[in-house]
């Protein structure tokens, strides 16, 4: 077995979605991605099956890992009970880990998640925080977003929600101590060992193509979040 594998064997989402595939071809008739994207679970399940060094390190660096949108559709009608969704997991896993994910558009994007999506955790205690979404940021939101950026406190007040406040409620403020123990969690289970990996490598590449990388919203993360090819998609 050559390295890549053997690393993926160690992941026990792999384990838990790779069993005996038959190459049915179900998991791709099924998959929302694959109607839009160059995206079939199929051929990823029966590439990891061949066991092939270099064809592994190629979908580590490639496109394809990065389509998914993990709805495991696939595992609900896979025959043999495989979850190629998991496999998906597995495989972004071992990409950041081995600093292949920077290979592709997709891939570097997974710095933008991490100052969004996973700093907002770890701050705020959500995965969407609604000031943090700003119109400069997120225009496509449009002009009705922009006022109700000026105007949350009232309009979760209306919804009942309990916005920023101590207490119960929709949006509420996360008490510190719970922040604490989000932070203990990421820190116990490598979270914050794969945040500090993305940083490392995306400022790699960042200083290769000379941008600035200073952290926040810096040159290469605007770069990253608003790269966008056009050959993702079927044509």
């Known amino acids: 077995m050559g390295k890549v594998y053997d690393l993926l064997l160690k992941d026990v989402r792999f384990t838990e979605g790779m069993n005996s595939c038959i190459n049915c071809g179900t998991c791709t008739a099924i998959c929302p991605a694959a109607e839009f994207y160059n995206y079939q679970p199929r051929k990823i399940v029966d590439l990891v099956q061949s066991r092939d060094e270099e064809a592994l390190i190629g979908l580590l660096k490639s496109e394809t890992i990065w389509y998914c949108g993990e709805c495991m559709s696939c595992k609900t009608r896979c025959p043999r009970g495989n979850a190629p969704g998991l496999i998906i997991i597995a495989l972004r896993s071992l990409s950041q880990e081995l600093g292949y994910f920077t290979e592709s558009e997709k891939g570097r994007q997974m710095l933008a998640i991490k100052r969004t999506i996973g ?117």
């Open 119 to 235: 700093e907002w955790i770890l701050k705020y205690g959500y995965c969407l925080y609604p000031p943090e979404m700003d119109m400069e940021g997120h225009p496509e939101q449009g002009p009705i977003w922009e006022w109700e950026l000026q105007h949350l406190p009232e309009i979760f007040e209306k919804v009942g929600g309990n916005y920023n406040k101590p207490g119960a409620g929709t949006l509420r403020r996360i008490p510190q101590e719970a922040l604490d123990e989000l932070r203990a969690i990421f820190d116990v289970t490598g979270g914050t060992a794969r945040f500090e990996k993305i940083e490392a490598e995306s400022a790699k590449v960042a200083e290769k193509m000379g941008m600035d990388f200073q952290g926040g919203e810096d040159q290469y993360f605007k770069h990253v979040f608003n790269a966008i090819q056009i050959n993702h998609h079927h044509s």
